[in-house]
Every structure is written in structure tokens, then in C-alpha cells.
């Protein structure tokens, strides 16, 4: 059941389970948890989740929504090689500065797909959707003369999004490297040298 501003309810259930998702991992989530957290009955929680990989399957469909949207915006927002380069650093630098365990979920995702269809599906429909909405940006700049990379657009957006899962999982593992203004630099620099095939 997709949460709606209608259903104040799911929104808080959605919320406990983030938070218990992000303080205990997936393996420590319980059905109990959950409902103690939102302050529900654990029958109330089973009308909107059957068991845990639901759960992060809803978490991980909401959080990754909000990152294709984002991703969309900074080509909508920028007009250089060096702007959209910044623009898609500022986003894993706000996430990292902001809502560390935004990723953390993200990336315990892919553990869990391992052994969840639910899972696994929706990260796979998620990925390929965040792929194809960079994909798309990065055909525009190219079609308007903005960028002009050497790779086709869907390799530059397959490898990009390695460059921000990468450095996603390098600074949650490290996560003293966020204060290291030439690793942002070195990022931004990299990804800048992708979208000029003569630099």
C-alpha cells in the first residue's frame, strides 16, 4: 500500500520501521519492534507489512524514489560539465553529511537480496529506474552540446552510479574521509573528466 498524505498511520508505521531498520539492521528488526516503535498492535502492522523484507522493500522503493528524483533535478538545474559534476557530488554529500543511514539501508538491501525475491525485485526495478533517469539527463546535455563524453550515454550512467555506490560504501566504512574536501574535489574532477571527451 503505496503512503499517502491520507493515511497518517502508514507514514508513522514507515517511519518506525526506517528507524528500526537503521539502528538494528535487518537481521535485528522485529515484527515487535516495529509496532513498539510506532506505537501500533502488531495485527495493525501486518495489514500494511506480511514480514521484514516488505518492510525494506518499502524503505528501500521510498528512499530510492526520492534519489531518482533528485538525480533527474540536477540536469535540470545545471548547465556545465563542472555543474552537473557538482551537482551529483552535492547529492552523496548531502545524503553522507545528512542521512548516513539512508545508504546504509540501501546497501543492506543488497545483502538481503541475496535471499529475498521481494527484494531483490525491487532493487532491481529501482537501480535500472535511478540508471535510466541519469541516462536520460546525461542525453539531454549531450544532445543540447552541454557535455560531450566519449563513452555512449548509457555506459557514462552505468559508470557513474558505480562512482557514487563506491564512494557511498568507501565513506560509510570511513566515514572521517567525509571531511576530506580533496576526495569531494577528486570525485567532482573525475566525473567532469567522464562528460569531456577532450580533457
Given at each position: 500500500?503505496?503512503?499517502?498524505?491520507?493515511?497518517?498511520?502508514?507514514?508513522?508505521?514507515?517511519?518506525?520501521?526506517?528507524?528500526?531498520?537503521?539502528?538494528?539492521?535487518?537481521?535485528?528488526?522485529?515484527?515487535?519492534?516495529?509496532?513498539?516503535?510506532?506505537?501500533?498492535?502488531?495485527?495493525?502492522l501486518h495489514y500494511y507489512f506480511k514480514n521484514k523484507d516488505e518492510m525494506l522493500a518499502r524503505v528501500i522503493k521510498e528512499n530510492m524514489e526520492?534519489?531518482?528524483?533528485?538525480?533527474?533535478?540536477?540536469?535540470?538545474?545545471?548547465?556545465?560539465?563542472?555543474?552537473?559534476?557538482?551537482g551529483i557530488v552535492d547529492l552523496l554529500r548531502g545524503v553522507m553529511e545528512h542521512d548516513p543511514?539512508?545508504?546504509?539501508l540501501f546497501f543492506e538491501g543488497f545483502a538481503v537480496a541475496r535471499h529475498s525475491?521481494?527484494?531483490?525485485?525491487?532493487?532491481?526495478s529501482l537501480y535500472g529506474?535511478?540508471?535510466k533517469a541519469l541516462e536520460t539527463g546525461l542525453k539531454s546535455a549531450s544532445d543540447r552540446k552541454r557535455i560531450s563524453p566519449a563513452l555512449p550515454v548509457e555506459t557514462l550512467a552505468a559508470i557513474i552510479t558505480g562512482i557514487i555506490d563506491g564512494m557511498?560504501?568507501?565513506?560509510?566504512?570511513?566515514?572521517?574521509?567525509?571531511?576530506?574536501?580533496?576526495?569531494?574535489?577528486?570525485?567532482?574532477?573525475?566525473?567532469?573528466?567522464?562528460?569531456?571527451?577532450?580533457r
Open positions: 500500500m503505496p503512503a499517502t498524505d491520507k493515511d497518517p498511520k502508514e507514514n508513522i508505521i514507515l517511519s518506525a520501521v526506517r528507524t528500526i531498520l537503521a539502528q538494528k539492521g535487518y537481521m535485528g528488526t522485529t515484527i515487535s519492534l516495529v509496532a513498539l516503535e510506532a506505537g501500533v498492535s502488531r495485527g495493525l526520492i534519489s531518482i528524483a533528485m538525480i533527474a533535478s540536477v540536469f535540470e538545474h545545471h548547465e556545465t560539465p563542472k555543474g552537473y559534476a557538482k543511514d539512508f545508504l546504509s525475491e521481494i527484494v531483490n525485485a525491487e532493487l532491481a529506474k535511478f540508471r557511498g560504501l568507501q565513506l560509510l566504512t570511513e566515514p572521517d574521509l567525509c571531511k576530506n574536501e580533496i576526495v569531494w574535489q577528486g570525485i567532482e574532477t573525475a566525473i567532469v573528466d567522464l562528460f569531456c571527451r577532450d
